[in-house]
């Protein structure tokens, strides 16, 4: 079986900003994987998250702050009697850029604050990661140009990745989302090996 976690913040505030695009697109999945009368979330309070189950898979939205919900995957993980290694953990990240999508296992947090968390609760990193491009914030003047990777404040990071999508971004945004839900649906039809590595729209 393969728990697929969306990492976001559950306050509604937040919907529609980067930091929750591994929300979204486990909205998506949940379309793809289940008849329409099925596709609804269920609410696992001691579970801290928002759960559909399927034949062969867990889809989870932790409904706790983004920096602490490795307190809920960890609980996943007990309840479906699982391994880490059968954890895939779906994520906006800075240092790809929009439309750029990468599946990894092994690695470390990289500066994201939630996948740290799931890491620390975890004890253990042997775990999938999709890191989904959110890029970094750009210059006032080079909107075009590119993104700007060196000397972000931190300040600047955070306000970026929790305000939602300029209207330069928003229909990339939505492929991107169709794109990696589709991938996550072959990851559960085929394995995790058939879809890690590189992709891109």
């Known amino acids: 079986m393969l728990l697929i976690v969306g990492l976001g ?22 379309q793809k994987l289940l008849p329409v009368k ?3 979330w269920q609410e696992i309070k001691k579970l801290k998250s928002l759960v559909v189950k399927g034949e062969n898979f867990v889809l989870a939205k932790p409904q706790v702050a983004m920096n602490v919900n490795g307190l809920a995957v960890n609980r996943l993980i007990s309840n479906f009697k699982l391994q880490a290694s059968s954890l895939l953990v779906v994520h906006d990240d800075l240092d790809l850029p929009l439309g750029e999508i990468k599946i990894v296992k092994k690695r470390g947090a990289a500066g994201h604050r939630g996948v740290e968390s799931v890491i620390k609760n975890l004890g253990d990193d042997d775990f999938w990661r999709l890191r989904v491009g959110i890029g970094r914030p750009l210059t006032r003047v080079g ?5 700007r990777h ?6 600047e990071v955070v306000s970026y990745v929790l305000s939602t999508f300029s ?13 990696v839900a589709k991938l996550v649906v072959q990851a ?14």
């Open 167 to 179: 209207r330069y971004e928003r229909q990339k945004a939505h492929r991107v989302v169709n794109q």
């Open 38 to 40: 099925k596709s609804k």
């Open 143 to 147: 909107m075009g140009l590119g993104f």
């Open 188 to 201: 559960v039809e085929e394995g995790m090996e058939r879809v890690a590595g590189k992709h891109g729209i």
């Open 9 to 30: 913040n559950p306050d509604s505030k937040y919907q529609n900003t980067r930091h929750n695009i591994g929300f979204m697109i486990l909205d998506r999945v949940m």
């Open 150 to 155: 060196e000397g972000d404040s931190s300040k």
